[in-house]
């Protein structure tokens, strides 16, 4: 069983910047492919950006194209998203979710990052 656990929320001010980590068990973590999603209070779960098992294909919601960074290390079965620039509509619970080659998919509980001056 995939497990992947987020860290790195907080608050931060606008303009600031965070680093969330997903760290990866239960699974050979270079054979999953990767994402970030993300859920503001009282809207549905919007897609952040993703990365194929090697680290390419590498795409972003055009929200945050320019200002995040996807990124991962096989070494460590870990996941990275650096996020620049914050704007308070980045405030959000952001998951971290792997998928297998079998379609089978999972996700994080998630790590708050709220965006307040």
């Known amino acids: 069983q995939v497990q992947l656990v987020e860290s790195g929320g907080g608050l931060v001010q606008p303009g600031g910047s965070l680093t969330l980590s997903c760290a990866v068990s239960g699974f050979t973590f270079s054979r999953l492919a990767m994402s970030w999603v993300r859920q503001a209070p009282g809207k549905g779960l919007e897609w952040v950006s993703s990365?194929?098992?090697?680290?390419?294909?590498?795409r972003y919601a055009d929200s945050v194209k320019g200002r995040f960074t996807i990124s991962r290390d096989n070494a460590k079965n870990t996941l990275y998203l650096k996020m620049n620039n914050l704007k308070p509509e980045d405030t959000a619970m952001y998951y971290c979710a792997s998928s297998d080659v079998s379609g089978n998919y999972h996700r994080g509980q998630g790590t708050q990052v709220t965006v307040s001056s």
């Open positions: 990365i194929n098992n090697n680290g390419g294909g590498i």
